[in-house]
């Protein structure tokens, strides 16, 4: 396989194979939240608000030669300021959340897109960041995503039992005298810090569907919380190493390939789900 | 036995808008009562839990959970709600769920052994020990209402509010659940809603009756009580607004708007 040659041979195939990892490990923990909180509206929002930070960060390197300030860090600059926007603007039903996030989702591409119209030179094409460039992970990229990892492991290893109570019921949290806020903006800020992990193996487009579809597969057949977050990370694992390899062989583009192998899973999982069922409904019946 | 005041209302009124729900309440519920909310639905019933709970706020009047605003007594109060939301996929075990009755406890890290250990015993307190292990989701009604009694228990509330409890359970179930609410009311002050009268008359202490005004007996001071053939409470007691029949309207006149 020319993959295994290449990646021993190649330190960006190295890259890729780690980066995939910790993107992994995020996304089975705090995908294993959203679904069970069903929020994953919010990912969309999120995620195309990248675009803005991107912009922003390509147009400080490039006019201003900010070399340091990488789109990751503007990446998570954009995720960290629009999760704090969409946590306070709807705290209490004070603005419609369905504006909030039409707003940010919406307002993120536009700076976006400004930002690179500005940038000096040539004009950038968007493809990579809309769409992927897990080929291109730099070793600084790795390291800061080594960094939102550990953050993310820590926080959900301290507060885990809150996390749990808010995703079954926020009112049982509330009434147990903890702050339903505070507990519910710290759990946006690790979606927004995983949705950025993840936009750098799929890309901000495709991210929705990897962050949902590995916890939702696992949630099909895992009965507690660390069980979801064990099977969505190895899913996650699964689906991008297989559509890395496949598309790598093939010469496909490896997000799509990546949400391609996902979707197909996810729904295989679900249907012998439904027919085992049936089955032991019938079965019962007999 | 000891007479503190658990709960103290004092003129208090409700609306929703316009509508006034409760009207001039007063009621003081002292330690170790057990006491049963009925009345017609709409009447105020839950409106008055969630008043008591801090999840509503008075319009006019006062209420003190003992002798705290209610937000400041929330620790110390078992909830058990009609009808929660969740996924009915939620992935936890029924100990998991049970445990959340703890969760203010430690600001970081899990449940200690001493957590588990007393969940257990809730669990087995209901009778759902031997299920601490399975999916809740997978439980049945019945069960799931246990488990949830058993998490506002591991809280080790002073005062143990149920909504409707026995609405999931069946004649047999109801009634256990009842002889045990009994059982923990020796060390618990209850005030519950529900509907079904001949159940609780044999548990509780006393019936407060609630159709927006409220209107306490002691159960010896309630004559007879009767299932009338649709199911509903009718209690033989001319005093009390719930009973006598007339619309509230007609008896009362809101003046806060």
Same mark, same amino acid.
């Given at each position: 396989m020319i993959f295994i040659q290449d990646f021993i041979e190649f330190d960006y195939l190295k890259r890729t194979v780690l980066a995939i990892l910790l993107a992994s490990a995020a996304c089975g923990v705090i995908g294993s939240y959203v679904v069970a909180r069903r929020q994953s &509206? @919010?990912?969309?929002?999120?995620?195309?608000?990248?675009?803005?930070?991107?912009?922003?960060?390509? &147009? @400080?390197?490039?006019a201003h030669g900010l070399t340091w300030f990488s789109t990751i860090i503007g990446a998570m600059i954009a995720a960290v300021l629009s999760a704090v926007a969409i946590s306070t603007l709807t705290l209490k039903n004070r603005m419609r959340q369905d504006t909030v996030l039409s707003a940010i989702w919406t307002l993120g591409v536009a700076v976006g897109i400004s930002f690179i119209a500005i940038t000096p030179g040539y004009s950038e094409d968007l493809t990579s960041y809309l769409f992927g460039s897990i080929l291109l992970v730099s070793a600084e990229d790795l390291a800061v995503m080594a960094v939102m990892t550990v953050i993310i492991a820590i926080t959900v290893i301290l507060f885990r039992n809150r996390f749990l109570a808010l995703c079954f019921n926020e009112e049982t949290l509330y009434l147990r005298g903890v702050s339903t806020t505070a507990v519910s903006f710290t759990l946006h800020l690790l979606v927004a810090l995983t949705v950025v992990l993840l936009a750098q193996v799929v890309g901000i487009v495709l991210v929705l569907v990897l962050l949902v579809i590995p916890a939702a597969t696992a949630a099909h057949f895992a009965k507690r919380m660390a069980m979801v977050m064990l099977w969505g990370g190895i899913f996650c694992l699964f689906f991008c190493y297989g559509g890395l390899i496949v598309s790598y062989e093939a010469d496909w583009p490896v997000g799509a390939t990546i949400v391609e192998l996902a979707v197909a899973t996810y729904l295989v999982i679900a249907c012998a789900v439904a027919v085992r069922r049936r089955l032991i409904r019938s079965h019962d019946e007999d | 036995m000891d007479t503190s005041s658990i709960i103290s209302i004092s003129h208090l009124c409700f609306s929703y808008d316009a509508r006034e729900i409760l009207h001039e309440i007063n009621l003081e519920i002292t330690e170790g009562m057990f006491a049963a909310m009925v009345g017609p639905n709409g009447g105020g019933k839950t409106t008055l839990l969630k008043l008591i709970l801090g999840l509503l706020t008075p319009k006019h009047g006062t209420i003190k959970v003992f002798g705290h605003e209610p937000q400041a007594a929330r620790k110390r109060i078992g909830y058990v709600p009609q009808a929660i939301l969740y996924d009915p996929n939620f992935p936890a075990s029924a100990l998991d769920i049970v445990l959340m009755g703890r969760v203010e406890r430690h600001l970081f890290g899990g449940y200690r052994k001493n957590d588990r250990d007393i969940a257990m015993q809730r669990l087995h307190d209901v009778g759902m020990e031997d299920f601490a292990r399975n999916s809740f989701a997978e439980l049945s009604g019945g069960q799931r209402q246990r488990v949830l009694i058993a998490q506002a228990l591991a809280s080790e509330?002073?005062?143990?509010?149920?909504?409707?409890?026995?609405?999931?359970?069946?004649?047999?179930?109801?009634?256990?659940?009842?002889?045990?609410?009994?059982?923990?009311?020796?060390?618990?002050?209850i005030l519950l809603v529900s509907h079904n009268l001949?159940?609780?008359?044999?548990?509780?202490?006393?019936?407060?009756?609630?159709?927006?005004?409220?209107?306490?007996?002691?159960?010896?001071?309630?004559?007879?009580?009767?299932?009338?053939?649709?199911?509903?409470?009718?209690?033989?007691?001319?005093?009390?607004?719930?009973?006598?029949?007339?619309?509230?309207?007609?008896?009362?006149h809101p003046h806060h708007h």
């Open positions: &509206y @919010l990912i969309g929002a999120v995620s195309h608000s990248l675009l803005g930070g991107i912009g922003l960060a390509r &147009y @400080l390197q490039i | 509330p002073q005062l143990l509010l149920l909504d409707e409890p026995a609405a999931n359970l069946d004649q047999a179930n109801a009634k256990t659940l009842f002889d045990l609410l009994g059982e923990l009311n020796h060390h618990v002050t001949s159940l609780v008359s044999n548990v509780v202490s006393h019936i407060i009756c609630v159709n927006q005004t409220v209107d306490m007996h002691r159960i010896q001071d309630v004559p007879s009580v009767a299932d009338d053939p649709t199911g509903w409470v009718r209690l033989i007691h001319q005093q009390c607004p719930v009973i006598n029949g007339k619309k509230p309207d007609e008896q009362i």
